[in-house]
C-alpha cells in the first residue's frame, strides 16, 4: 500500500486509479481494525490524510471523465498515533516518474520532471 501524494495531475491514469483504490482498501482495513504501522512507519502513507487525498483523486478522477461513486470517509486515527509519519511527495514524484513511463510523460508535457536528463 502506498499514498503517492502527488499532485493528482502528474499521475497517469493507471496511477490515479491506483492510489484512489488503496484508499479505499486502506480505510476497510482501519476501520476493521487492523494496523498499518508497517507502511505507515516507512513513510508510505499518512493514516489521518485519507480523507483530504481521497477528495483531491476523486475530483481529478471526475475531471478525467470517470465516474466516483465511491464515496470515502476518514476513518478514525487517533491523534496520538503515527505523530512524525509523511510521505515525502518529491520523493515519490521522482520514483514514479523513474518506475511509469505514462507518468514521466505526463510530468514532462506540464514542465515539473523531476529526474530531467536520467
Ligand atoms: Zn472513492
Ligand atoms: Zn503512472
Redesign the pocket.
Known amino acids: 500500500m502506498r499514498m503517492w501524494m502527488v499532485d493528482p495531475k502528474l499521475?497517469?491514469h493507471?496511477?490515479l486509479l491506483g492510489e484512489h483504490v488503496e484508499l479505499h482498501m486502506l480505510t476497510a482495513w482501519i476501520v476493521s481494525g487492523k494496523k498499518v504501522d508497517g507502511w505507515a512507519l516507512n513513510n508510505c502513507l499518512e493514516p489521518k490524510a485519507i480523507g483530504a487525498r481521497h477528495r483531491q483523486l476523486a475530483a481529478e478522477m471526475m475531471k478525467r471523465g470517470y465516474q466516483h461513486l465511491s464515496p470515502l470517509r476518514q476513518p478514525v486515527v487517533a491523534a496520538h498515533q503515527y505523530p512524525h509519519v509523511r510521505v515525502d511527495n518529491a520523493a515519490a514524484l521522482a520514483e514514479?516518474q523513474r518506475r511509469?513511463k505514462?507518468?514521466c510523460n505526463l510530468s514532462n508535457q506540464i514542465g515539473t520532471l523531476v529526474i530531467a536528463g536520467m
Open positions: 499521475m497517469c493507471q496511477h514514479l511509469c505514462a507518468c
